[in-house]
């Protein structure tokens, strides 16, 4: 633990590139392969469940510093994250111990979750007791389920590869699925990551998946259409199917092992090839359309799917790419040559239609009925750029997010990488929408001393309803300006929650809109973000809520036979 505390530390205190590596390396070079294992799943995005409840850890650590209530949420409230703020007011360790890493989380962090309050508050008191500072602050963290690192996974690779003398797209590939929940990181699991004989590719393990950068330049500038591959961009799940003989396995983005999640999606075991993988979207698809997000939503997390919503929210695979053919590696063929396989080895007399006329009507995308597990993703052709510009504007109508392009040449790449093709996701632009700031909460880390987690409301006749919180898209210059307003307008504190007199109007962008019950406005907004601070706009001129609820899509409508 000592030792992995201070490579938090290193990391957490430089913004270099080339520190970070050399910190990452030196910790993999001399760390005992099952603390590696460990680390490395940490380090990658592996994000450790919550053991203790907050409010069992706040207990344990007043009554271990011998300080009332009070005293402790007034600290919390300056400095703005828990786990530093239990770090800084224990007492002084009694004898500072330097237990391995992977014995803390397998002997000790892993035993914690469902033991009664008391006995967990003896346990924290406990290991409180023999780690410094930077230890403490790391556990508190790692109990919490708020364990965060400053580091990018490419970052970690590049680290690895320093150690291992493999390369690091090897590894990336090797790594794929190690921070998958269902798997404990041990020693045998590491040293294979770095074992020269250790095959690329596991038999049920995901490939690295190819990411798209946001297109900001004019699209005119990409050259000519006909150089491109033109996709619908779905709003659902991104994922890897892989059938290897009699068994299948369905991975997220977020290397997520999603076996059992999707039931419907186990037929595509069926029709595909023996070693074949490809790549897609899970979307529900219903009465003839590709549904919002919010429908998904309801299937995720579910641990237990019920007949009801099986039918309510019934999904399918919408495939765009051929990673694998009958055990050949396909992602060093070009973009046009994996199309064409794919779509040889996806063939039904109803697949969707490819060509969108000029006077294509402005309707959600249709997909055949009655719909298979497993589809193609429809190219779309377009004569020139001009004419798929007009097409995105009618995004939100058919039920997508905007286009993906893809070059005809690209290969299948590792991540978000440049040099062995292009992938440019070009998205309609966001809904826009001017609102109050209310609320506000300190930040995290360097933005601890900071009001920077922020409320906002529109009106409702002559009140103020609060329906969305933002603490992105402005600048720290801009965050300071708003803080010093928060602390000039603060009405009342409530813990580390401020409200504050309305004063200021900020126009908020976000990704999508939809009725939910569960907020008290009636609707729920996704990805919301600050997209410039409305100085100019006084507070009565704010939008309204019935201007957001104009925003919520109208249910899609079938399509007549």
Not at 130 to 146: H, N, Q, S, V, Y
Not at 202 to 213: C, I
Not at 319 to 343: H, I, K, S, T
Not at 462 to 481: C, H, I, N, W
Request: include cysteine; hydrophobic fraction near 40%; glycine fraction near 6%.
């Amino acid at each position: 633990m000592k030792r992995f505390a201070q490579l938090y530390e290193a990391l957490d205190s430089t913004t270099s590139t080339t520190a970070k590596t050399q910190a990452l390396a030196a910790y993999f070079q001399s760390a005992p392969a099952a603390d590696a294992a460990w680390a490395l799943y940490f380090l990658a995005g592996g994000k450790p469940r919550q053991t203790v409840p907050t409010g069992v850890i706040r207990a344990a650590a007043r009554e271990h510093a011998g300080i009332p209530e009070w005293l402790f949420d007034e600290s919390y409230d300056v400095v703005g994250d828990l786990a530093e703020t239990i770090a800084h007011i224990l007492p002084p360790a009694e004898q500072v111990a330097d237990v391995a890493l992977h014995r803390w989380m397998e002997e000790r962090l892993l035993s914690l979750r469902g033991q009664s309050p008391e006995s967990t508050m003896a346990a924290l008191q406990g290991y409180w007791a023999e780690l410094d500072t930077a230890g403490r602050f790391l556990l508190t963290k790692l109990i919490g389920g708020g364990f965060r690192v400053g580091v990018a996974r490419n970052l970690v690779l590049r680290a690895l590869a320093q150690v291992t003398g493999l390369d690091a797209k090897h590894l990336a590939q090797r790594l794929m699925g190690y921070t998958d929940k269902q798997h404990v990181p041990t020693a045998a699991r590491y040293e294979a990551l770095s074992d020269p004989e250790t095959p690329s590719q596991a038999s049920g393990q995901p490939y690295p998946f190819f990411l798209a950068h946001p297109l900001q330049a004019p699209v005119d500038s990409l050259g000519p259409i006909s150089d491109w591959l033109v996709e619908w961009k779905w709003d659902g799940i991104r994922a890897q199917f892989i059938q290897r003989g009699a068994e299948s396995w369905l991975w997220s983005r977020g290397e997520d092992l999603l076996n059992g999640r999707f039931p419907e999606l186990d037929a595509m075991a069926m029709v595909l090839p023996d070693n074949t993988v490809i790549d897609g979207e899970i979307v529900v698809w219903k009465d003839g359309h590709v549904q919002p997000f919010a429908a998904l939503q309801k299937r995720i997390g579910r641990k237990t799917l019920s007949k009801a919503i099986l039918a309510e929210c019934p999904v399918a695979f919408l495939a765009y790419d051929l990673l694998e053919y009958r055990g050949e590696d396909c992602r060093a063929w070009p973009q046009w040559r994996r199309r064409e396989q794919l779509e040889a080895l996806i063939t039904a007399p109803t697949l969707p239609q490819t060509d969108l006329p000029l006077d294509a009507p402005i309707e959600p995308h249709i997909l055949p009925a009655p719909l298979a597990p497993l589809q193609l993703s429809p190219l779309v052709t377009a004569p020139d750029w001009p004419t798929l510009a007009e097409w995105r504007e009618e995004s939100r109508s058919r039920g997508v997010e905007g286009f993906m392009l893809k070059r005809r040449d690209s290969l299948y790449g590792t991540g978000r990488t440049k040099d062995v093709g292009l992938w440019w996701k070009w998205k309609v632009d966001p809904f826009t929408i001017d609102a109050v700031l209310i609320y506000a909460q300190s930040g995290h880390g360097r933005r601890a001393n900071l009001y920077t987690d922020y409320t906002f409301a529109v009106w409702d006749e002559d009140r103020l309803v609060p329906f969305a919180k933002a603490y992105s898209g402005l600048t720290d210059e801009e965050m300071k300006q708003v803080d010093q307003r928060i602390r000039q307008t603060t009405l009342e504190k409530f813990g580390p929650v401020r409200s504050v007199t309305p004063t200021l109007v900020v126009e908020l962008g976000f990704e999508g809109i939809q009725a939910s019950s569960r907020h008290k406005c009636g609707l729920a907004v996704r990805f919301p973000r600050m997209l410039r601070l409305r100085w100019d706009k006084p507070v009565s001129e704010a939008d309204t809520l019935a201007t957001l609820r104009s925003l919520i899509p109208a249910p899609a409508t079938p399509k007549a036979a």
